[in-house]
């Protein structure tokens, strides 16, 4: 079983800088990790994913640009670097893997999740 846990969320003016930490135990191997979000009153969303073979990342085209997916192998942890914030990047944040894949960034193909942090963005 892969057990993630979250960390580093906040609050943040318009324009900062948040990285959102998931430490990841308890698996053998990932095909997938990512990072979602739900705002209130909406559907979950991929936000970005990154395929453990190749280390090639993806995002959705809202934050392209601004957002940075990685891994740090040794410490069995994946980030999420998010700069230029923006109120409408307010949400939960979650981190996701599939061990055996998928489309990237819906959430079907995820099998384990985090608990979840929270991001706030003001303006």
């Known amino acids: 079983q892969v057990q993630l846990v979250e960390s580093g969320g906040g609050s943040v003016q318009a324009g900062g800088s948040l990285r959102l930490s998931c430490a990841a135990s308890?698996?053998?191997?990932?095909?997938?990790m990512a990072w979602f979000r739900q705002a209130p009153g909406k559907e979950r969303e991929g936000v970005a994913a990154?395929?453990?073979?190749?280390?090639?990342?993806y995002y959705a085209d809202s934050v392209k640009g601004r957002f940075a997916i990685s891994l740090d192998n040794a410490k069995n942890t994946l980030f999420l670097q998010m700069n230029s914030l923006k109120p409408e990047d307010t949400a939960v944040y979650y981190c996701?893997?599939?061990?055996?894949?998928?489309?990237?960034?819906?959430?079907?193909?995820?099998?384990?999740w985090g608990q979840g942090t929270q991001v706030t963005v003001s303006s």
């Open positions: 996701a893997a599939s061990q055996y894949g998928g489309t990237l960034l819906r959430s079907e193909t995820y099998t384990h």
């Open positions: 990154r395929l453990s073979a190749s280390g090639r990342s």
């Open positions: 308890g698996y053998t191997s990932t095909r997938i």
